[in-house]
Structure formats: structure tokens, C-alpha cells
């Protein structure tokens, strides 16, 4: 029954290729993120999803590309991984009532790009 | 400048003592305000949400608020070996982004 759920959780891949990380959420929640937490434990939003729509686009480079084919799911598919992409990535969910609003993590994805 | 800054550690305390983390924002505007616990390989977890001044108290754990001053303080009372984590503090404009600061690693010496 977990919450907020992403696979797989362990990536390790070449330089070069393209990969794929899924994110499914059974919370019910409107609002969708990827979160991307270097080396240094700073934890930085890429991406936000309202019901489907893209609302957040942060300064990402244009090989990372999000796709909410619904309101419980976001994939993140990157294209031609960089070293500098090794990282954990976290998926998030929240939904906002009245003002307030608390996001719920997934166990994060451990990319690692040889 | 920095959106959300922590004091830096890593912060050290023995068991039984109270472990004082803060946290200033820049933005005025914001109006939610967290505390996250990332224990290590793990995801973020959170502990605490506040939302108006003053403070808010849940268990061994108390938010403190003052948003005249931007500033946000987390105190763990009676801090336990199994409060050592990293404690985030995160801050919300109500624009869907959630700005997190870097983080304060702290240790509880048994």
C-alpha cells in the first residue's frame, strides 16, 4: 500500500543512453514533482504536474522530458545521460487544501551513469 | 542569496538534549513552511508543517515561526540516537514549488 511508489530504484547505465524512471501515486493527489538530490544532499525541483499539465519546468536541460499520461502517474525519460546526471531522483505528490499544502516522497531512484 | 539557508553543521548533541535546527527564507511572500527528516539512502520525510506565527508542538518536536524576522527553527527535545538524520527545512510560495534549503546533518551521541 505505498503511497508513493517509483522504479526501478537502482539505475546504472552509460554514458549515452536514454532511460526511463516511473512514478505512481494512489494518494489521490492532484499534483505531481520531480525532485533531483545530489552529491551534497541539495534536493532541487525539475518538474511539477497539475492534473496533467505541466506547471513547473525548472532550468533542466532538454534531454530530461516528464509525461503524465494521468493524474497518478509521472515518468521522467532522459535522453543521452551525462555523468553529471548521476543522482537520486525523488518523485513527489501533494495536494493543496485551502493554503496548505504537504508533498509526499517516493524512495527515489538511484541513477548511476558510467 | 540563497531562497531557504540552514545553519551548517553537522550538529552534534548527546542524548537526552535538545537539538536546535534553524532555518531563514528570503521570500516574504512565502506561506508554508516544513521540516523534512531524511534519514540516510532514504527519501524525505515529513515531520512538521507550519503556518502561522509562533510555535506548534508535536511530541519531542516544536516549529517555531516568525515571519517578520523569515525565520524558522526546529527543536527536538530529548533528541533520541534514532532522531540522527538529516533534517530538511523546506518553504512553500502556494506556487506548487516546494524550495528546500541544504540541509542540517545532526548526531545524537548515545
Known amino acids: 500500500d505505498t503511497a508513493v511508489s517509483q522504479t526501478p530504484k537502482y539505475l546504472v547505465t552509460q554514458m549515452g543512453n536514454d532511460k526511463s524512471i516511473k512514478c505512481e501515486q494512489n494518494?489521490?493527489?492532484?499534483?505531481m514533482y520531480w525532485y533531483k538530490q545530489d552529491s551534497k544532499k541539495f534536493l532541487k525541483i525539475m518538474f511539477s504536474?497539475?492534473?496533467?499539465?505541466?506547471?513547473i519546468n525548472e532550468t533542466v536541460p532538454n534531454r530530461f522530458s516528464p509525461k503524465s499520461p494521468d493524474k497518478a502517474h509521472l515518468n521522467l525519460h532522459i535522453n543521452s545521460l551525462e555523468l553529471g546526471d548521476s543522482a537520486v531522483y525523488f518523485c513527489?505528490?501533494?495536494?493543496?487544501?485551502?493554503?496548505?499544502?504537504?508533498?509526499?516522497f517516493g524512495p527515489g531512484t538511484r541513477l548511476l551513469v558510467l | 542569496q540563497k531562497e531557504v539557508e540552514q545553519n551548517s553543521g553537522p550538529l552534534s548533541v548527546p542524548e537526552g538534549a535538545i537539538a536546535s535546527l534553524n532555518c531563514t527564507y528570503s521570500?516574504?511572500?512565502?506561506?508554508?513552511f516544513f521540516w523534512y527528516r531524511q534519514y540516510s539512502g532514504k527519501s524525505p520525510e515529513l515531520i512538521m508543517s507550519?503556518?502561522?506565527?509562533g510555535d506548534k508542538e508535536d511530541g519531542r518536536f516544536t516549529a517555531q515561526l516568525n515571519k517578520a524576522s523569515q525565520y524558522v527553527s526546529l527543536l527536538i527535545r530529548d533528541s533520541q540516537p534514532s532522531d540522527s538524520a538529516t533534517y530538511l527545512c523546506?518553504?512553500?510560495?502556494?506556487?506548487?514549488?516546494?524550495?528546500f534549503g541544504a540541509g542540517t546533518t545532526v548526531t545524537v551521541r548515545a
Open positions: 513527489a505528490s501533494s495536494q493543496v487544501e485551502l493554503t496548505q499544502e504537504t508533498q509526499y
Open positions: 494518494l489521490g493527489h492532484d499534483t
Open positions: 504536474y497539475n492534473n496533467k499539465e505541466l506547471i
Open positions: 521570500d516574504r511572500v512565502s506561506q508554508s
Open positions: 507550519i503556518y502561522s506565527n
Open positions: 523546506a518553504v512553500n510560495n502556494n506556487d506548487y514549488k516546494l524550495s
